[in-house]
């Protein structure tokens, strides 16, 4: 089982970035999806979550309106959209399997000036 997480790095507040996820190893299709970020010195958080169709989506309100979560079945891949970034959006964000406890190594992403 892998999951790699792609896609983060430094952007100015008000940015966008574009998060991959591409797993291995499993039936992707079959499994709901989250993403989580860890910001430097706190503890991990949980950011979006997705149904294994992708019929829906659940957000933590500190990103709602500017984050979107979706995902590709054909291509083993989830995404998180990025937008109107803030500093305190700066974390290490990772992939999860619901259901079987599996973690990518994360991305880090940087919002600053």
């Known amino acids: 089982v892998q999951l790699v997480e792609s896609g983060g790095g430094l952007v100015q507040p008000g940015g966008s970035l574009r998060l991959s996820c591409a797993a291995s190893?499993?039936?992707?299709?079959?499994?709901?999806m989250d993403w989580y970020r860890q910001p430097p010195g706190k503890g991990r958080e949980l950011v979006a979550s997705?149904?294994?169709?992708?019929?829906?989506?659940n957000y933590a309100d500190s990103v709602k309106g500017r984050f979107t979560i979706s995902r590709d079945n054909a291509q083993n891949t989830m995404y998180l959209q990025m937008n109107s970034l803030k500093p305190e959006d700066t974390a290490v964000y990772y992939c999860?399997?619901?259901?079987?406890?599996?973690w990518g190594q994360g991305t880090q992403v940087t919002v600053s000036s």
């Open positions: 999860h399997t619901v259901g079987l406890g599996y």
């Open positions: 190893g499993f039936t992707f299709s079959g499994y709901n």
């Open positions: 997705i149904a294994s169709s992708g019929r829906w989506t």
